[in-house]
């Protein structure tokens, strides 16, 4: 199937701690699997995407763990900031250039 | 370099009315997809679509709801007969030639938000 399930729904994390957030995937054709991040009012940007021939990757603060047996990826912000509040989608796709299948979303705060 | 445009952001419409929302997308990019995101909900794909071509509108509702990609110009996503249940934040992405490490790589607009009175 297309579900991408994210949790959880919300998040408060205090200033320097670690904001972990979860996705499990049903449909084991998927191949592509990006993390957006939206502020209101905005539209999602691309914070990070990962694929399954991997099972961690990094950028600066944030790192995508996958586990494809599991069919789960995480994200996890480290040393969290305020202003690192926003919603966080994960998403994933089959193939190149098709649709993205996105998660529920999760809403981080962080706490100064 | 431009990022992906839309336009208008806010649009207002009575029930029955015609919506048109407009995406151009990032200089050199060529695919196009439109998504829907209600209110505290994620985003739905609705349709993909390269110059002149729609690709995949399995998202798409049946009626009312039409998208095009001309080959000059930007892409419009057309409601026709507009009611409430389309109130939403209509976003639109755009991704490069699909090739080495840009691989399905999709930028986001800043979406359009229809508000159907």
């Known amino acids: 199937q297309q579900q991408v399930k994210q949790s959880p729904q919300s998040l408060i994390v205090q200033k320097g701690g670690i904001s972990i957030i979860n996705c499990a995937y049903e449909?084991?054709?998927?191949?592509?699997f990006p993390w957006y991040q939206q502020f209101p009012g905005k539209g999602p940007a691309l914070l990070i995407a990962?694929?399954?021939?991997?099972s961690e990757k990094k950028e600066g603060r944030f790192t995508i763990s996958f586990n494809k047996s599991a069919k789960q990826f995480s994200l996890h912000i480290m040393d969290s900031q305020p202003g690192d509040s926003a919603t966080y989608f994960c998403?994933?796709?089959?193939?190149?250039?098709?649709?993205?299948?996105f998660g529920g979303g999760t809403r981080l705060m962080v706490k100064p | 370099n431009a990022g992906v445009m839309q336009n208008p952001r806010h649009l207002v419409r009575r029930r029955g009315q015609e919506a048109r929302l407009r995406c151009s997308p990032m200089k050199g990019h060529s695919h196009v997809y439109w998504y829907r995101q209600l209110p505290e909900e994620g985003l739905k794909f609705m349709v993909y679509l390269q110059k002149e071509n729609i690709i995949d509108e399995s998202g798409m509702p049946k009626e009312r709801f039409s998208a095009e990609f001309p080959k000059e110009g930007p892409s419009i996503l057309r409601i026709q007969q507009v009611v409430r249940g389309d109130s939403a934040a209509y976003f639109c992405?755009?991704?490069?030639?699909?090739?080495?490490?840009?691989?399905?790589?999709?930028?986001f607009g800043p979406g359009t938000r229809l508000t159907v009175l």
């Open positions: 992405a755009s991704s490069p030639p699909l090739a080495g490490d840009h691989y399905n790589e999709q930028f």
């Open positions: 449909n084991t054709a998927f191949d592509y």
């Open positions: 998403a994933a796709s089959i193939g190149a250039g098709n649709m993205l299948t």
């Open positions: 990962i694929r399954p021939d991997v």
